[in-house]
């Protein structure tokens, strides 16, 4: 029952204007009824730069802090009117003693927030980007995992900001790089410094950018090289099956093992490889259409496969 009559309370409340509201706390002020003005503060009056200058005039400076820090519900414009009677570091060492939530939200800047290790209100406010220079990786993690569970989307903008904080620095920014690697979100170390060699170290081959947006200033040609030189042969084979790019590096710079092995001729045909494929095998295998689609009319004429020597032409 207590809960629901405070509940109608602030609801008949939240109908009186601000002036009116203001009014009713001049009026126990002017009647010097300091015990009233308290009650009226904490059933949910809201406590303004009007009321607080009323107190100032009527003699009660001593208890405007006091009624600051009582008061459940301070309008924002309460730290403009504390930052113009104590200074702003003042007013913020107040306000983070006491611990007024509202106003450290609304009205604390960014750099003030870091100056007080304000990190949970950064993250509550967005400010990712400060809590990723601060190095606060622990609070980023929390925040991301919380954000991921709840499907919020949050965690996109966590990771964009760990993009554009890690591109900031001039060079590989190794917290941020392993704080990507711990929270798997591997597709951001495609976007930083650093990142390049982060991919190829964990054999993240496909989340390598080949083409437009290459990293670290390569070359396609050189980023391709380095995924060779870390292990990734297979998967640029596998690639090269559906891409001629891939297929065009490996041949290019004699990479032909797996081709080979698993005897893509048509491939190495293709790419004027001839002297790699087994004609022999291919003889013994009876392919002649193998053989006519490659136009290898001296093999099929000397094996008497004339049918196929003479559609050879039409392929």
Request: with cysteine; hydrophobic share 40%; charged share 30%.
């Amino acid at each position: 029952m207590k809960k629901k009559n405070e509940s109608d309370h602030l609801k008949r409340l939240a109908l009186l204007s601000g002036s009116e509201q203001d009014l009713v706390l001049y009026d126990a002020l002017h009647d010097k009824d300091l015990t009233k003005f308290f009650f009226l503060l904490k059933q949910g009056y809201t406590l303004t730069p009007f009321v607080l200058n009323v107190m100032i005039d009527y003699g009660y400076e001593n208890k405007l802090l006091k009624a600051v820090e009582f008061s459940p519900a301070v309008k924002s414009d309460v730290y403009d009117f504390l930052c113009a009677y104590l200074g702003q570091e003042k007013a913020e060492d107040f306000l983070v003693e006491k611990d007024i939530h509202s106003l450290i939200v609304e009205k604390f800047s960014v750099e003030s927030l870091v100056k007080y290790h304000l990190w949970d209100v950064l993250a509550e406010k967005g400010e990712y980007k400060a809590l990723a220079r601060a190095e606060k990786f622990d609070v980023l993690k929390e925040y991301y995992l919380k954000e991921k569970a709840g499907y919020k989307g949050g965690q996109f903008c966590i990771s964009q900001a760990l993009i554009d904080v890690g591109r900031s620095f001039n060079k590989p920014h190794r917290k941020i790089i392993d704080f990507l690697v711990d929270i798997e979100d591997f597709s951001c170390l495609a976007q930083i410094k650093g990142g390049l060699f982060k991919l190829l170290e964990l054999k993240k081959w496909e989340l390598i950018p080949v083409g437009d947006n290459m990293l670290e200033n390569k070359t396609q040609d050189e980023v391709l090289q380095l995924i060779y030189d870390y292990g990734g042969e297979q998967y640029l084979y596998e690639r090269a099956r559906s891409f001629n790019l891939y297929a065009k590096f490996l041949l290019d710079h004699g990479y032909y093992r797996l081709f080979v092995d698993n005897k893509n001729w048509g491939i190495l045909t293709n790419h004027k490889l001839d002297h790699l494929v087994d004609w022999d095998g291919i003889v013994a295998a009876k392919d002649w259409m193998f053989l006519a689609l490659y136009h290898k009319r001296k093999l099929l004429f000397k094996y008497r496969q004339f049918g196929w020597w003479l559609k050879s032409f039409t392929y």
